[in-house]
């Protein structure tokens, strides 16, 4: 089992642009959540897709938005980056109560 | 909204064990979470335990809850060098409880084990 893979590992972007980032989750798992860590602080909840639709959202602008496809895999998209965006990607996969995580995208916004 | 705090830093001797607190404010919580963080790298889930329970054990770890008091912590027996990372303690809230609802996550505990 490959467990809960996410790419780019890195990227660099300059403001205003957009970015995506891409999750595959860990085999017969079926939710993913996607999690923003800024340095030194505990990753914070951006949304969370299930059978295709967000069910739940955390405090993140419009600017963030996703997609889950029907092999569960997920797609993270940021409009016009901001210095502020730079941070920790990380996405989670569950079934049940355990939530596994992937080694994350780290994104600089330049 | 909910709040989880943790201590910033614990410094132990290897060989020693170690004692991770955590508190919280929400008192429906139904999963509480220990993750590990190394340096540049994703977040390893250790243990959780359910709210209807006051310990859990799990070979070097053991988790005590503490529902009256909010407080959750990660005993590690046996500190090693290895040991060396950044403790999160993290909350399920919002609907359901269970596959669903977020994770909360506190601002995550800097472990130093010394040789």
């Known amino acids: 089992d490959a467990g809960v893979t996410q790419s780019p590992t890195h990227l660099i972007k300059t403001r205003g642009q957009q970015v995506t980032l891409r999750c595959s989750p860990k085999?017969?798992?079926?939710?993913v959540s996607w999690y923003q860590q800024a340095l030194g602080q505990g990753p914070q909840f951006i949304f969370q897709?299930?059978?295709?639709?967000?069910?739940q959202r955390g405090n993140f602008p419009d600017r963030f938005s996703g997609h889950q496809f029907p092999n569960y895999s997920s797609e993270l998209n940021v409009n016009a980056l901001l210095l502020g965006d730079s941070a920790l990607y990380l996405c989670a996969s569950s079934l049940t109560a355990e939530q596994y995580f992937g080694p994350g995208t780290r994104l600089t916004v330049t | 909204g909910e709040d989880v705090e943790q201590s910033l830093f614990l410094s132990v001797r290897e060989g020693d064990s170690s004692v991770i607190n955590c508190t919280y404010t929400d008192s429906s919580s139904t999963y509480l979470y220990w993750y590990k963080q190394e340096p540049g790298a994703g977040l390893q889930l250790l243990t959780y335990?359910?709210?209807?329970?006051d310990m859990k054990q799990d070979q070097r770890l053991t988790v005590l809850l503490n529902k009256k008091d909010k407080h959750l912590s990660l005993r590690i027996a046996d500190t090693q060098t290895g040991d060396s990372a950044i403790y999160f303690c993290a909350l399920i809230t919002g609907a359901g409880g269970t596959s669903y609802g977020k994770l909360t996550f506190g601002q995550g505990t800097i472990l130093t084990v010394h040789p």
């Open positions: 085999s017969g798992h079926d939710t």
């Open positions: 335990i359910f709210s209807n329970m």
């Open positions: 897709y299930y059978e295709e639709e967000e069910r």
